[in-house]
């Protein structure tokens, strides 16, 4: 399994970025794939995931109502659609697959998103 994130810029407050996650000999049924994200000096947080099985999806308080997870079968790509951002949402963000969101076999190597005027 390779996976590979894109997407991360600068934007200013209140902005809107989606970030990508390519997955390669990746079948989707047999994983969780989530987002995490780890800002300088605190610990990494796992902020959404998508079941391969049922489809079913979670959102961290921190980001339920304002950030979206989707997979595209036909592209084997994970998204994170990311609304009304705030600084507190600058992280380096990584997508990651495994069991569950405790259990994550494979990681990408990250993406920045800085968020500031």
């Known amino acids: 399994v390779q996976l590979v994130e894109s997407g991360g810029d600068l934007v200013q407050p209140g902005g809107s970025l989606r970030l990508s996650c390519a997955a390669s000999r990746f079948t989707f049924d047999d994983y969780a794939i989530a987002w995490f994200r780890q800002a300088p000096g605190k610990e990494r947080e796992g902020i959404s995931s998508?079941?391969?099985?049922?489809?079913?999806?979670f959102y961290a308080d921190s980001v339920k109502g304002r950030f979206t997870i989707t997979f595209d079968d036909a592209k084997n790509t994970l998204y994170l659609q990311m609304n009304s951002l705030t600084p507190e949402d600058t992280a380096v963000y990584y997508c990651?697959?495994?069991?569950?969101?405790?259990?994550?076999?494979?990681w990408g190597q990250g993406t920045q998103v800085t968020v500031s005027s």
């Open positions: 990651a697959a495994g069991l569950d969101m405790s259990t994550m076999w494979f």
């Open positions: 998508i079941s391969g099985s049922h489809r079913s999806t």
